[in-house]
């Protein structure tokens, strides 16, 4: 061990930073105090990463009050007896500042970086529980990073783990169900076997990771990060890395990936992109016949060369930024949100440009929208982050059907095919302890549900028949809060820490129109 108790190379490693950059007292006081969690380069160890990017979500007045007292139900004890306010605020400078170099996270480091549990019943045909596999809930609990798994019949916990640091995104299912696959905001994709209750794999991906997809033949997990400026491909079996795409438009720009998506039907992955008008698709399946067409042209590599190989980039150049999009039921269009303008686009991705414009002045969540059968025609529904409404758009044409008003801006939108609801929150306002229930039929506010007054109440997910809703209640001493579909009544309360999405098995991989994919 060298100086401050690290190793001489990961000393080496940070004597760029040391040199450029940081103010003065703060590297040093870094490398004894903070390194032996958060690693030397300040990509994380056993606590989080601490670059700029990972630590957007922060407020820096936060994390001063972090280093000095420390942090709750966690290993981050407070420095306030050993530091003075100033190497304290130092400290928060320096974590929030660019490092000299960027970190770089390559196949090499994405390799070693993977994880294999010892297994168990690895070739287990069924699960160790009499649950039904198929109506679990995997409840993602962002207080203390864990997630439990739910019994859906009976609403009883199967069991609880601790996941990698703030995951975020849904989870990802395989194809029949079995496996689940997670990401974390610092880059972990981790592989969870709902079998035998236990972690298969992990590994780390990207510094900054958006979210994952799982190809609907359940051979690939791509993972969107927005550090490096990459896309992931992963064999969904062993985690292991198969390809790094790095993600620049033919001017050579790179871009942080805002999203990536599984498009079933084309047997491609389609991405959004945070700082070029691009969107692209990436084929994984030979029957991805359309997506193939006229490939030969799309093909890149960085010097903008065509390319062979596994999975080509066909991109498609929009008029705006798209950083989040919805596809239609035949996956034919997808429907985004520009950034400029109070407006969406819809892009087709066969002939490969915007075809229509949609009025959207709220700055739709459309990762959140659904759509049901309406009048004879297929609407989509998108709650709005910045305007208290849900807006209601029939895909025959791409108009507006209306603008349905709730208590405040939020979140998430979800139904099922069995019940004639559809259920958002007001995440984004004062009203953030109230959930809305719209009739699909009429399109009118039919009920206002306030499961704990004064507490944010947000995200519903469905059992697999339909005939409960689960809510939760997004705060430390929360809960899941199981409501009659029909009825609109409480039947059971879970106690929970900081629950934010829940995920039902079956509705996932049936692709029930009534959530998020
Ligand atoms: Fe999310 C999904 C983007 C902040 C909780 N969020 C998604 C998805 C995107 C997205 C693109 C869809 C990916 C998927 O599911 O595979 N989220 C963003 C943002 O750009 C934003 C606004 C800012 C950011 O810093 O990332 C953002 N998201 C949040 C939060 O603050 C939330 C509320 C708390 C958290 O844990 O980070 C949050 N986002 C979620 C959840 C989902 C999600 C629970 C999955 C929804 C689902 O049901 O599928």
Redesign the pocket.
Known sequence: MGAFGLTLAAFVALLPALARGAPPAAAPLYLQHCAPCHGPTRLGGTGPALLPENL??LRPAAAIEVITKGRIATQMQGFAGKLSPEEIRALAAYVYAAPAEPPRWTMAEISRSRVVHPAARPDAERPLYKADPMNLFVV?E?GDHHATILDGDRFEPLTRFKTRY?????P?FSPDGRFVYF?S?DGWVSKYDLYNLRMVSEVRAGINL????VSSDGRFVMAANYLPHTLVALDAATLEPLKVIEVRDQQGRSSRV????DAAPRGSFVA?LKDVKEIWEIPYSANAEPVYKGLVHDYRTKEGIAETGPFPVRAIAVDDYL??FFFDPTYANLIGAARSARRGQVVNLDVKRAIETVDLPGLP?L??GITWQWQGRRVLATPN?KEPVVSVIDTTNWKVVKQIETPGPG??L?SHENTPYAWTDS?NSPRRDTLTVIDKRSLEVVAELRPAPGKTV??I?FTADGRYALASI?EMDGAVVVYDAASLKEVKRLPMIKP????NVHNKITRSEG???
């Open positions: 957007q979500r993602v962002t703030a995951l975020h995104g849904g990802k990401g905001r958006r979210n994952i997809a805002s999203a990536v998506y959004a950083d989040d969540h990762g959140s982050l979140f998430f979800r995440f947000a995200h997910e997004w934010s999405g829940k995920y959530t998020s994919h």
